[in-house]
């Protein structure tokens, strides 16, 4: 790996001294334990692990890095009890047995700052002897060792608040280093895909895996039925959704409305067909089975209650509730759009170009979209850095939107946002017609 070398004076290069980070990061310990003094509820004995913080060696490598990377820089300067004050708002003194939040985020900026691009592969690390050594040392682990589902439960349990805040503790200590500036921040987005797979309804809601069918659905059932329908439908319940499908199939010269399939049937004759089939879907639509031909269900989205209530659930719907579907350019085919269903990551980060050096000072989450820029005033807003008149805000074209501009000049700051040209007939000709001179400028 190359590196860059650069020519700094004294006074840039003092900051990276390790004893001066050291001083400043046991100042921020001592802030830590008198601003967040909220007890866990749990009792200590139902923790599955106990982390502890202590002064622990700081070596380098022949390299010039610190011995065990950076996870063991942050575990052997920064006492992350203060993670319990922050978790003790969503948990309760009831409940099984959990693990130590302060273990939990220790694990968690591990594996975020040795690069793991998920948690299975790092938690086959972590059981590893040598491997997960040093992990397990600085969380505090001995007889159990968390997995995927246990760091996927810290982070949902805590929620985005949890994590901003501590996030916003980190970038304290950075600050007062003098490690970050607020001189210059970038803001950028990346979609990211959801484990669950998009099934072709982007406008689904929380409603859809469970449809209470009427009467009028149900012998619309039957009569699709009687009629010999091998695939048995209702018209989407949810009028919002049916004028929005009907509005943009009709522009293409196809109007339609969505369908929801609730069964799909295989007809055949007596012998060949078992009458199991037959006999569930008497009980499903309540009709008698000696109107029903030989049958067998393929599959079905019906349930009915003990209450004899019908219920559906849309094929479409994913397992992920919260994902939606969000579109960036297709790194193999630049011209085209590739499609994500997932999540969109919005990150700011401090640029200190005179020490070449970029650190995250704010992240938010939200199901994919569109309309990223929509998002940044919410999202700058949670950065832990404040607003201060000079301030250069860079971004991409994705965030040239009016109320972006207005925000950043209202605050004092200095937006440089890429110009989005929104299929604008940018040709010489049509440039100069409107005022400007062959390269745009007016």
Same mark, same amino acid.
């Given at each position: 790996?190359?590196?860059?070398?650069?020519?700094?004076?004294? +006074?840039?290069?003092?900051?990276?001294?390790?004893?001066?980070?050291?001083?400043?990061?046991?100042?921020?310990?001592?802030?830590?334990?008198?601003?967040?003094?909220?007890?866990?509820?749990?009792?200590?004995?139902?923790?599955?692990?106990?982390?502890?913080?202590?002064?622990?060696?700081?070596?380098?490598?022949?390299?010039?890095?610190?011995?065990?990377?950076?996870?063991?820089?942050?575990?052997?300067?920064?006492?992350?009890?203060?993670?319990?004050?922050?978790?003790?708002?969503?948990?309760?003194?009831?409940?099984?047995?959990? #693990?130590?939040?302060?273990?939990?985020?220790?694990?968690?900026?591990?594996?975020?700052?040795?690069? #793991?691009?998920? #948690?299975?592969?790092?938690? &086959?690390?972590?059981?590893?002897?040598?491997?997960?050594?040093?992990?397990?040392?600085?969380?505090?682990?001995?007889?159990?060792?968390?997995?995927?589902?246990?760091?996927?439960?810290?982070?949902?349990?805590?929620?985005?608040?949890?994590?901003? &805040?501590?996030?916003?503790?980190?970038?304290?200590?950075?600050?007062?280093?003098?490690?970050?500036?607020?001189?210059?921040?970038?803001?950028?987005?990346?979609?990211?895909?959801?484990?669950?797979?998009?099934?072709?309804?982007?406008?689904?809601?929380?409603?859809?895996?469970?449809?209470?069918?009427?009467?009028?659905?149900?012998?619309?059932?039957?009569?699709?039925?009687?009629?010999?329908?091998?695939?048995?439908?209702?018209?989407?319940?949810?009028?919002?959704?049916?004028?929005?499908?009907?509005?943009?199939?009709?522009?293409?010269?196809?109007?339609?409305?969505?369908?929801?399939?609730?069964?799909?049937?295989?007809?055949?004759?007596?012998?060949?067909?078992?009458?199991?089939?037959?006999?569930?879907?008497?009980?499903?639509?309540?009709?008698?089975?000696?109107?029903?031909?030989?049958?067998?269900?393929?599959?079905?989205?019906?349930?009915?209650?003990?209450?004899?209530?019908?219920?559906?659930?849309?094929?479409?719907?994913?397992?992920?509730?919260?994902?939606?579907?969000?579109?960036?350019?297709?790194?193999?085919?630049?011209?085209?759009?590739?499609?994500?269903?997932?999540?969109?990551?919005?990150?700011?980060?401090?640029?200190?170009?005179?020490?070449?050096?970029?650190?995250?000072?704010?992240?938010?989450?939200?199901?994919?979209?569109?309309?990223?820029?929509?998002?940044?005033? +919410?999202?700058?807003?949670?950065?832990?850095?404040?607003?201060?008149?000079?301030?250069? +805000?860079?971004?991409?074209? &994705? #965030?040239?939107?009016?109320?972006?501009?207005?925000?950043?000049?209202?605050?004092?700051?200095?937006?440089?946002?890429?110009?989005?040209?929104?299929?604008?007939?940018?040709?010489?000709?049509?440039?100069?017609?409107?005022?400007?001179?062959?390269?745009?400028?007016?």
């Amino acid at each position: 790996m190359s590196r860059t070398k650069l020519s700094l004076s004294q +006074e840039h290069i003092s900051p990276f001294d390790l004893e001066a980070f050291v001083n400043e990061a046991a100042k921020l310990n001592q802030r830590t334990l008198e601003s967040f003094t909220v007890s866990f509820p749990k009792a200590p004995h139902r923790w599955l692990s106990h982390y502890h913080f202590g002064p622990r060696p700081i070596e380098f490598t022949a390299a010039g890095e610190v011995e065990g990377g950076l996870r063991w820089l942050i575990g052997a300067t920064i006492d992350l009890r203060f993670t319990r004050a922050l978790v003790a708002p969503y948990d309760s003194k009831e409940g099984g047995h959990c #693990y130590d939040p302060a273990s939990s985020l220790f694990l968690e900026l591990a594996c975020r700052a040795d690069g #793991y691009p998920d #948690y299975a592969r790092f938690c &086959a690390d972590l059981r590893q002897q040598d491997k997960g050594r040093r992990y397990r040392e600085l969380a505090g682990l001995h007889e159990a060792i968390p997995g995927e589902d246990d760091l996927s439960h810290f982070r949902r349990r805590g929620g985005a608040a949890a994590i901003e &805040a501590a996030l916003a503790v980190f970038v304290g200590l950075f600050r007062d280093f003098g490690l970050i500036t607020g001189e210059l921040l970038a803001t950028d987005g990346q979609l990211e895909p959801s484990y669950s797979r998009f099934k072709g309804c982007a406008d689904f809601s929380q409603a859809c895996p469970q449809l209470r069918l009427d009467e009028a659905s149900r012998q619309e059932l039957c009569r699709q039925l009687q009629s010999g329908a091998t695939r048995l439908e209702i018209r989407c319940p949810f009028p919002e959704v049916v004028q929005k499908v009907r509005q943009a199939t009709t522009k293409q010269g196809k109007p339609r409305e969505p369908q929801v399939a609730l069964l799909e049937i295989d007809y055949g004759p007596a012998d060949r067909i078992k009458t199991a089939g037959a006999q569930q879907l008497s009980e499903l639509l309540s009709l008698p089975t000696d109107q029903l031909p030989p049958l067998r269900i393929q599959w079905s989205h019906l349930t009915k209650s003990a209450q004899g209530e019908l219920w559906g659930r849309c094929p479409k719907v994913p397992s992920d509730l919260e994902a939606r579907v969000g579109y960036h350019i297709d790194n193999k085919n630049p011209p085209q759009k590739e499609r994500v269903f997932g999540y969109l990551h919005q990150t700011t980060t401090n640029i200190d170009i005179e020490r070449g050096l970029e650190l995250p000072v704010g992240t938010s989450t939200y199901p994919a979209n569109a309309h990223e820029g929509r998002h940044f005033p +919410e999202h700058r807003a949670k950065v832990a850095i404040p607003f201060r008149s000079q301030q250069v +805000e860079l971004a991409d074209a &994705a #965030y040239d939107v009016v109320a972006n501009y207005q925000g950043i000049r209202s605050r004092g700051g200095i937006p440089l946002i890429a110009y989005n040209p929104r299929n604008e007939d940018l040709t010489s000709q049509a440039l100069m017609a409107r005022g400007y001179d062959p390269h745009g400028t007016p």
